[in-house]
């Protein structure tokens, strides 16, 4: 029974470190959204560290070049 209820602890602490990550990526783009409420420090904006919030830019940055690929390979199949 616990490891049950671990594997459900674990399953929302990474959907949770995802969506973290997520917002850090928006956070980049538009700063203003996120400072609604009051603004907070930099590192504290998403609840993410430093080092764990420039993952999460450069795992979106790959994932956007990953995409851009992928696209073209599907065009060079409709021919």
Do not use: C, H, W
């Not at 594997?7 to 929302?12: L, N, P, T």
């Not at 928006?26 to 993952?55: F, H, S």
């Amino acid at each position: 029974i616990t490891s049950i209820y671990a594997d459900i602890a674990k399953q929302r602490r990474t959907k949770r470190l995802e969506r973290k990550q997520k917002l850090a990526v928006l956070a980049i783009n538009q700063p203003e959204i996120l400072y609604r409420k009051k603004r907070v420090k930099q590192t504290k904006r998403v609840g993410l560290g430093k080092k764990k919030r420039m993952k999460a830019i450069e795992n979106a940055k790959k994932d956007r070049r990953k995409k851009t690929i992928k696209k073209i390979d599907e065009d060079i199949d409709d021919f």
